[in-house]
């Protein structure tokens, strides 16, 4: 799974667009993702204009515990899905301010997942401290990059894990053979064959 990591204060579509589309491509290559916008959580807060708006409020009549109880929940689950995920998509737009993205990448790195930079600006433009806890050759220009990358990664041949990637054997996770798990993953997708599934 992926957890999809980006903007969503200071931009207007409150970073749905670019979710929405790489999304699309993940869930047709069987790969799950966790959305802050969208979050994957029963009993999640819905981080819509209204309850943007209300923060807005709050912070203006200076009710700061109020502030302060309303983005704890937020950032309890945002972190929960950054454990849950194996890999991490950072969305970097040099024109919006970033806060919780940053830390999530942090929290990600430290804890040696893969980290996918897509910088609107530019592979150059990316922060200098990125380069330092994240991987160079995961930085891309564009989504397209970005794709190729993961379609590697996902069915390429000696995939380099650049001591992130780790690659889990899921028949000793479910305890089946080979040919059991493939044909109940044929019968459950009506496929012919499953993706790789990796982690």
């Known amino acids: 799974m992926f957890y999809l990591a980006g903007p969503m204060d200071d931009v207007k579509d409150r970073g749905l667009g670019w979710r929405n589309e790489i999304k699309k491509f993940l869930w047709s290559n069987d790969i799950g993702v966790l959305c802050p916008c969208d979050k994957a959580i029963i009993d999640s807060v819905d981080e819509n204009d209204a309850y943007f708006n209300e923060l807005d409020n709050l912070k203006r009549k200076n009710l700061r515990q109020r502030v302060h109880e309303k983005m ?3 950032a309890a689950d945002d972190y929960r899905m ?11 737009d040099k024109d919006a301010h970033m806060c919780g993205s940053y830390h999530e990448n942090c929290m990600a790195s430290y804890q040696r997942k893969p980290v996918i ?7 150059a433009a990316i922060p200098n401290w990125m380069w330092s ?11 397209q990059e970005v794709k190729e990358y993961i379609k590697f990664v996902c069915y390429g041949e000696d995939v380099p894990t650049y001591n992130r990637w780790r690659f889990f054997d899921y028949y000793k996770i479910f305890g089946m053979s ?4 493939n ?16 982690a």
């Open 72 to 74: 704890r929940p937020v």
């Open 82 to 92: 950054v454990d849950k995920a194996d890999a991490l998509i950072l969305y970097i």
């Open 117 to 123: 930079v897509c910088c609107e600006q530019g592979v």
């Open 133 to 143: 806890v994240c991987r160079h050759e995961m930085f891309f220009d564009n989504w």
């Open 178 to 181: 080979s040919e059991t798990l």
């Open 183 to 198: 044909a109940e993953w044929e019968d459950a997708h009506a496929i012919s064959q499953p993706s790789k599934l990796k």
